[in-house]
């Protein structure tokens, strides 16, 4: 982290025009915003610049217009929302990035907030455009990322503006980058890592690089019924991506190689369709017409083993087709038990993904993870060793 230029409270900003990158790229319905948990984590840092008199320009993106004004990708839901939550007078401009825009931001006063629509509607920002970076740089005196969860990507906003304007990484990147190292660099050993989701192709690279940093790699979610296949057994409908029994043995040969320990389930709970409900059978009773969509009680009690014995837990994907409340079970005590072990034995709990952290949503267990990260691709890429467009150009010189 030391390597990283990071927003200080030291640096002055009182009549600054503060550029401040996020990833508002939140769920919307008809009547609003249907999910605020991004918007929620960075609220606090806008309302302390706006405390201190800065003049506020926050750009984002939504979706992926792919250089085209689409107008349900428009921004303008979510400036209606935050109207009524920052403590600050809002406005929202729709223009070209120009002139114009320039003498948009020079006139916001001390306090004030200036919302960019979506940034993705110029091409410009995915090329990673030079001239359409520069332009950008001059609506701000400093620009400060706090879209950890895009900085994975070479764009304009996130990449190349850097080059022209005094930058730094703010409060919610600084934290995504610590919980990284927390599993890879500054860990606590054992770690374990309980990984779900359903294709293994799309996480092959992050299995095989925690396989080296882990001690432990649980395997949940439908992506455990390739391992289960692998093994021999009886998976009847259940969801499998073809062609993964290759994917799956490299998977296992690195986990042998780095004297990692792979765990997969012993029972689970099936139902005919994914909207039934659940039938309870060990892994040697299930037939054809059998889809697997939740853990076992076994499996359930295992895995609490496993985190019992570990000092540092990252968790990403459901153990279920959580959708259906009926085979949420497993995913909500896999967070019931991180949560118990972070809050009295001083466990280190990472849990990142959009789907677990709505999985977990309504058990008001958010706030005791060690960390809650909404990265998603930019969190795993991490993980695997790569090193983001956009945390590179923050390094120190």
Partial sequence: MSDLKIFSDNIPINGKRIIVRLDLNVPLNESGVEDDTRIKLVEPFINKLLEKKAKVILLSHLGRPKGQVVSKLSLKPVFNFLEKKLKAKIYFYKGNIDNKAEEASNK???GEVLLFENIRFFKEEESNDELFAKKLSNLGDIYINEA????????????????FIDSYGGPALEREVKSIELIIKNKKTPVTCIIGGSKVSTKINIL?????TSDTLVIVGAMANNFLKLEGKNVGSSLIEEGSGIAVK?????AEINKCKIIIPIDCYVSSNIDGKPTYKTLEEIDSKDMI?????????LINEVIDSSNTVFWNGPAGYYENEYFATGTTLIGKKIAE???????ISIVGGGDTIAAIKNTRLEKVFTHLSTAGGAFLESLEGKELPGIKVLKKK
Avoid at 293 to 301: A, S, V, W, Y
Wanted: glycine share 4%; with cysteine; proline share 2%.
């Fill in 293 to 301: 969509l939740d853990i076992g009680d076994k499996t359930i009690g």
């Fill in 148 to 163: 950890f969860s895009c900085s994975h990507r070479k764009q304009a906003s996130i990449n190349k503006i850097t080059e």
């Fill in 108 to 110: 916001l006063n001390p």
């Fill in 208 to 212: 095989s690089s925690l396989s080296k």
């Fill in 250 to 254: 490299n998977i296992k040969n690195f």
């Fill in 341 to 347: 072990n972070t809050s009295l034995k001083s466990l």
